[in-house]
Nanobody, 114 residues
Framework: VQLQACGGGLVQAGGSLRLSCAVSGSIFIFDSMGWYRQAPGKQRELVATIRSGGTTNYADSVKGRFTISKDNVQKSVYLQMTSLKSEDTAVYYC?????????WGHGTQVTVSS
């Protein structure tokens, strides 16, 4: 299975970005899919997850600003990010968990300029 993340870029504070994660090489089945991020010098942290049934979970730091969603037909998961802050600057990674599997995609850089 491959997870292909895209949509990162450079944006001014207060702006928006939409990240996409496309799953290939497998049917679109999972226990949860999520977005994690890692800023320079920091550990990777949870941003948001979505379960196969649609239940979502967010880090406190992004609640009310970020929205995770999925499209079963497109086999994709999205992260709509609004009201971006400089502290959102990080490499964002897509993750899939299914049973014992824990799959990661390559990251996509998000840089928020203040």
């Amino acid at each position: 299975v491959q997870l292909q993340a895209c949509g990162g870029g450079l944006v001014q504070a207060g702006g928006s970005l939409r990240l996409s994660c496309a799953v290939s090489g497998s049917i679109f089945i999972f226990d949860s899919m999520g977005w994690y991020r890692q800023a320079p010098g920091k550990q990777r942290e949870l941003v948001a997850t979505i379960r196969s049934g649609g239940t979502t979970n967010y880090a406190d730091s992004v609640k009310g600003r970020f929205t995770i969603s999925k499209d079963n037909v497109q086999k994709s998961v999205y992260l709509q990010m609004t009201s971006l802050k400089s502290e959102d600057t990080a490499v964002y990674y897509c993750n899939r968990r299914w049973g014992q599997r824990d799959d990661w995609g390559h990251g996509t850089q998000v840089t928020v300029s203040s």
